[in-house]
Protein backbone atom coordinates (compact mmCIF):
# COMPACT_ATOMS: atom_id res chain seq x y z
CA UNK A 1 0.00 0.00 0.00
CA UNK A 2 3.10 2.31 0.73
CA UNK A 3 4.82 2.91 -2.40
CA UNK A 4 7.52 5.02 -3.42
CA UNK A 5 7.84 5.65 -7.62
CA UNK A 6 11.05 7.37 -8.99
CA UNK A 7 10.58 9.43 -12.64
CA UNK A 8 12.46 12.18 -14.23
CA UNK A 9 15.92 10.36 -15.08
CA UNK A 10 17.19 9.86 -19.01
CA UNK A 11 20.02 10.18 -21.17
CA UNK A 12 21.80 13.55 -20.77
CA UNK A 13 24.72 15.27 -22.06
CA UNK A 14 27.94 15.92 -19.72
CA UNK A 15 27.47 19.76 -17.90
CA UNK A 16 23.57 19.09 -18.30
CA UNK A 17 20.52 19.35 -15.67
CA UNK A 18 18.10 16.50 -15.03
CA UNK A 19 15.41 16.94 -11.88
CA UNK A 20 13.98 13.51 -10.62
CA UNK A 21 10.93 13.29 -8.32
CA UNK A 22 10.27 10.68 -6.06
CA UNK A 23 6.01 10.25 -5.60
CA UNK A 24 4.65 8.83 -2.90
CA UNK A 25 1.63 6.82 -2.77
CA UNK A 26 -0.64 5.68 0.34
CA UNK A 27 0.96 7.84 3.24
CA UNK A 28 2.37 12.14 3.08
CA UNK A 29 5.37 12.19 2.42
CA UNK A 30 6.37 15.41 4.77
CA UNK A 31 5.85 13.09 7.39
CA UNK A 32 8.59 11.11 6.24
CA UNK A 33 12.35 11.98 6.15
CA UNK A 34 13.53 11.32 2.05
CA UNK A 35 16.77 9.98 1.14
CA UNK A 36 17.90 9.87 -2.54
CA UNK A 37 20.54 7.10 -3.36
CA UNK A 38 22.46 5.83 -6.55
CA UNK A 39 24.30 2.74 -7.48
CA UNK A 40 26.56 3.16 -10.17
CA UNK A 41 27.76 -0.11 -12.93
CA UNK A 42 30.16 -1.92 -10.90
CA UNK A 43 29.40 0.03 -7.80
CA UNK A 44 27.31 -0.73 -4.42
CA UNK A 45 24.97 1.74 -3.48
CA UNK A 46 25.85 5.29 -2.02
CA UNK A 47 23.70 8.14 -0.64
CA UNK A 48 23.11 11.25 -2.53
CA UNK A 49 20.84 13.41 -0.30
CA UNK A 50 18.69 13.86 1.95
CA UNK A 51 16.02 15.89 3.57
CA UNK A 52 14.87 15.35 7.06
CA UNK A 53 11.03 15.39 8.46
CA UNK A 54 10.32 17.86 11.22
CA UNK A 55 12.87 20.53 10.36
CA UNK A 56 13.56 20.13 6.71
CA UNK A 57 17.55 19.62 7.03
CA UNK A 58 19.08 18.63 4.09
CA UNK A 59 22.00 16.87 3.50
CA UNK A 60 24.45 15.81 0.32
CA UNK A 61 27.30 13.91 -0.38
CA UNK A 62 30.86 15.98 -0.70
CA UNK A 63 30.05 14.41 -4.75
CA UNK A 64 27.61 16.24 -5.23
CA UNK A 65 27.12 19.07 -3.17
CA UNK A 66 26.72 22.65 -4.97
CA UNK A 67 25.32 20.52 -7.86
CA UNK A 68 22.74 18.79 -6.68
CA UNK A 69 19.55 20.37 -4.52
CA UNK A 70 16.72 18.47 -2.63
CA UNK A 71 13.79 19.97 -1.96
CA UNK A 72 9.97 18.66 -1.34
CA UNK A 73 6.84 19.99 -2.89
CA UNK A 74 4.05 19.16 -0.47
CA UNK A 75 1.37 20.03 -2.81
CA UNK A 76 2.52 17.10 -4.88
CA UNK A 77 3.42 14.88 -2.74
CA UNK A 78 6.94 14.57 -4.12
CA UNK A 79 10.48 15.53 -3.17
CA UNK A 80 12.47 16.31 -5.79
CA UNK A 81 16.32 15.85 -6.75
CA UNK A 82 17.44 18.89 -9.21
CA UNK A 83 20.67 17.71 -10.77
CA UNK A 84 22.92 20.20 -12.21
CA UNK A 85 26.27 19.81 -14.37
CA UNK A 86 26.02 16.14 -14.56
CA UNK A 87 29.01 14.33 -15.06
CA UNK A 88 29.51 10.56 -16.31
CA UNK A 89 30.55 9.35 -12.75
CA UNK A 90 26.81 10.39 -11.98
CA UNK A 91 25.64 7.80 -14.26
CA UNK A 92 23.65 5.55 -11.90
CA UNK A 93 19.83 3.71 -11.13
CA UNK A 94 18.68 6.63 -8.64
CA UNK A 95 16.20 5.70 -5.95
CA UNK A 96 14.40 7.01 -3.55
CA UNK A 97 13.94 6.01 0.05
CA UNK A 98 11.78 7.20 3.32
CA UNK A 99 12.13 6.71 7.09
CA UNK A 100 9.53 7.85 9.76
CA UNK A 101 11.93 9.22 11.98
CA UNK A 102 14.37 12.34 12.06
CA UNK A 103 17.00 10.93 9.79
CA UNK A 104 19.98 12.64 8.75
CA UNK A 105 22.42 11.22 5.83
CA UNK A 106 22.44 7.92 4.41
CA UNK A 107 21.98 5.24 7.31
CA UNK A 108 19.66 2.59 5.04
CA UNK A 109 18.09 0.84 8.12
CA UNK A 110 16.46 4.13 8.58
CA UNK A 111 14.37 3.91 5.50
CA UNK A 112 11.72 1.67 5.05
CA UNK A 113 10.50 2.48 2.10
CA UNK A 114 12.07 2.34 -1.10
CA UNK A 115 11.15 2.64 -4.90
CA UNK A 116 11.81 1.12 -7.66
CA UNK A 117 14.69 3.52 -9.35
CA UNK A 118 15.02 5.42 -12.23
CA UNK A 119 18.04 5.31 -15.11
CA UNK A 120 20.38 8.63 -15.22
CA UNK A 121 22.87 8.17 -17.96
CA UNK A 122 25.65 10.92 -18.67
CA UNK A 123 27.07 10.48 -22.03
CA UNK A 124 27.96 12.30 -24.89
Known amino acids: HLQLVESGGGLVQPGGSLRLSCAAS????????IGWFRQAPGKGREGVSS????????YYADSVKGRFTISRDNAKNTVDLHMDSLKPEDTAVYYC?????????????????WGQGTQVTVSS
Open 26 to 33: GFTLDYYS
Open 51 to 58: ISNGNGYT
Open 97 to 113: AAGRDYVVGFREFEYEH
